[in-house]
């Protein structure tokens, strides 16, 4: 039998919240694919003023921050369909801040849906289209701001383990 253990010996299986404290590294090629199809879905949902693409999209980026990798559509679609055919990536990141920027991602693209059904058409797509920036810049530079903020919070609650 296998048993989950961190660097230091300590089983996760006996300690639980140790494994919520250090959840396992994902690929980050994963997150900036989610952040690419998030982008063009805005982009095509305002071009075409669907704006019902806008509460999809908040239900999965709602799905992968909130439960995981395996839950968010366009993530299982990146880690059953696409990483297989890629190598291995050259380094691994935390999960947090990806899903800290999904969360942020959700409660923007909700108010725009709120936006939406009260009639705010120029709000609405100003919210939205604020997350699509925020995503393709992600996608394309890497730079995820919603990250970024994530680990200014943690450096200033004094937590060191974050990248």
């Known amino acids: 039998m296998m048993r989950d253990t961190t660097a230091e010996g300590e089983s996760t299986v006996a300690n639980p919240r140790r494994r919520a404290e250090h959840p396992a590294p ?5 997150p900036r694919f989610n952040q690419a199809v998030v982008a063009i879905c805005l982009l095509i949902g305002f071009l075409f003023q669907w704006w019902y693409v806008v509460p999809l999209l908040a239900v999965v980026l709602f799905l992968g921050a909130a439960f995981g990798p395996r839950y968010g559509p366009f993530l299982r679609l990146y880690s059953e369909l696409i990483k297989p055919r890629l190598g291995p990536p050259g380094t691994l990141e935390d999960p947090r801040p990806p899903r800290f920027a999904a969360s942020v991602g959700v409660v923007f693209l909700s108010a725009a849906t709120i936006s939406f059904v009260i009639g705010g058409q120029l709000v609405g797509w100003v919210l939205a289209l604020v997350v699509a920036a925020l995503a393709a810049l992600a996608a394309v530079t890497g730079l995820c701001v919603g990250c970024e ?10 937590v060191r383990s974050v990248a």
């Open 26 to 30: 994902v690929d980050p090629r994963g």
């Open 149 to 158: 903020i994530y680990l200014w919070i943690a450096r200033r609650r004094g």
